[in-house]
C-alpha cells in the first residue's frame, strides 16, 4: 500500500508519501511561525488562507519527492479533525478531491490518532500500549490497545502541558513558538534557584492540571527586582519551570502505569508522542520512569512529533489495511476525542 497523507490541522501545512513497509517516501510540511509568530500564538484565519494559498503546491511537492503518479497511490488520508475548523476542511476537501478525481479511497484521520500511532511507523510498536500524548492542545494518558481503540486513563483538569510552555515563553518575552524557546533557555538555566509547584504530584490517579505552574511562574517573575527580566533569571525560570513539568508529568505517567500493567501485565511499552514529546528533558525524566517499571520508551524522532503528513498517511495505512474507508461526505470535526467515552475529567483539589 502508498498512501498520500495531508495534515492542516493547526499551523503547519503538510503533505507525504508512506507505504505498508513504513517507508516514508516524503515528507512535506510547510511552517507558518512568521505568520503567527507577531500575534504570539496561531490566528485560526491566517491558517485557514495559508492553507489553502499552499497545500496544492505541498502535495505535488510530495508527490514528486515520492516518484509517484496518482495511479500508484492506494489511498488518501487527511486530518479531519480535531483542530482549527478553516483549516480541517481545506485539507478534507483537497483530500476528498483527488478521490473523487482518481477513483481512490478516502480515509478521514483523527489528528491525535495520527500521532498516537507514529511509534508502530518508527518502531513497529505492538499492541497494546500505553500512551503519553502531550501537545498545545491536548495532555492524556491513554491505553491504545488497536485502531480505533483507545480508553482514556487520565488527561488533564485544565490547561495542556504544550499550553502552559508557550504561555510561560511570553512572560519571559520569548516569542512564538515557546516550548523550543523555553527549552533552549532552561539548558543554561539552575533548576534549583526558583520553587516551583508539581501540580497533582502525589494523587491518586493520573490527571493532569498546569494552571497553578503557570500562576507561579508568573508571580515569580513579579517578584523579581523592578525592570527587565536578565538573562540569567530568564533561563533559571526556565529551567525550574521545565523541571517541575516533568516532574508531574512522571508521578502521573508513573500512576498510569501502574493502571495499565492492572489489565496488560505482559505489555512493556511506554509511548510519548506529540509535539511536547519533543522535549529532551521530559523524555529523559520519562526513560527513568519506565526503566523503573521495567519498560521500554519509546519515542518518535522530533520531526515526527510536531505535526506532519507521514503520521497521517500512517494512520490511514492502518485504517485502510482493515477495510476502514469513508464516504466523501464525512463532515470534518472541530472536536473528536479518540474515547468519547471517557468522562469529563473533575476538579480534584490540585493546589497550585
Not at 183 to 204: D, I, Q, S, Y
Not at 206 to 226: H, N, Y
Amino acid at each position: 500500500m502508498i498512501v498520500l497523507g495531508i495534515e492542516t490541522s493547526c499551523d503547519e501545512t503538510a503533505a507525504a508519501v508512506v507505504d505498508g513497509d513504513r517507508r516514508i517516501r516524503a515528507n512535506v510540511v510547510l511552517s507558518q511561525t512568521e505568520e503567527h509568530a507577531p500575534f504570539g500564538g496561531v490566528v485560526p484565519e491566517i491558517a485557514a488562507r495559508a492553507h489553502l494559498q499552499h497545500l496544492d503546491g505541498i502535495v505535488r511537492r510530495a508527490m514528486d519527492d515520492a516518484g509517484i503518479g496518482w495511479g500508484e497511490l492506494s489511498g488518501v488520508a487527511a486530518t479531519a479533525g480535531p483542530g482549527l475548523i478553516g483549516g480541517v476542511l481545506v485539507g478534507v476537501m483537497t483530500g476528498k478531491a483527488i478521490c473523487l478525481a482518481h477513483g481512490l479511497p478516502f480515509m478521514a484521520v483523527n489528528h491525535l490518532e495520527g500521532h498516537a500511532l507514529t511509534a508502530r511507523l518508527t518502531d513497529d510498536v505492538a499492541f497494546p500500549y500505553l500512551l503519553l500524548l502531550v501537545s498545545g492542545g491536548h495532555c492524556q494518558l491513554l491505553t491504545v490497545e488497536g485502531v480505533g481503540r483507545y480508553r482514556r486513563l487520565g488527561t488533564t483538569i485544565d490547561d495542556a502541558l504544550g499550553e502552559a510552555f508557550d504561555k510561560t515563553a511570553k512572560m519571559l518575552g520569548l516569542g512564538y513558538p515557546g516550548g523550543p524557546a523555553v527549552e533552549r533557555l532552561a539548558v543554561e538555566g539552575n533548576a534549583k534557584r526558583f520553587p516551583m509547584p508539581r501540580p497533582m504530584k502525589g494523587r491518586a490517579g493520573c490527571d493532569f492540571s498546569f494552571s497553578g505552574l503557570k500562576t507561579k511562574v508568573r508571580q515569580t517573575i513579579e517578584a523579581l527586582p523592578p525592570g527587565p527580566v536578565t538573562d540569567a533569571d530568564a533561563a533559571d525560570i526556565a529551567a525550574c519551570f521545565q523541571a517541575a513539568a516533568a516532574d508531574a508529568v512522571a508521578d502521573r505517567t508513573a500512576n498510569a502505569i501502574d493502571m495499565f500493567r492492572a489489565e496488560h501485565a505482559e505489555a512493556e511499552t511506554l509511548v510519548v508522542a506529540g509535539g511536547v514529546a519533543a522535549n529532551a528533558a521530559l523524555r529523559a525524566r520519562l526513560s527513568e520512569v519506565a526503566d523503573g517499571h521495567g519498560m521500554r520508551l519509546v519515542a518518535p524522532p522530533p520531526a515526527l512529533c510536531t505535526d506532519n503528513g507521514a503520521m497521517i498517511a500512517w494512520a490511514g495505512i492502518e485504517r485502510l489495511g482493515l477495510g476502514l474507508t469513508d464516504d466523501l461526505d464525512f463532515k470534518a470535526r472541530p472536536r473528536w476525542p479518540l474515547d468519547p467515552d471517557a468522562p469529563k475529567a473533575a476538579f480534584a483539589g490540585a493546589k497550585a
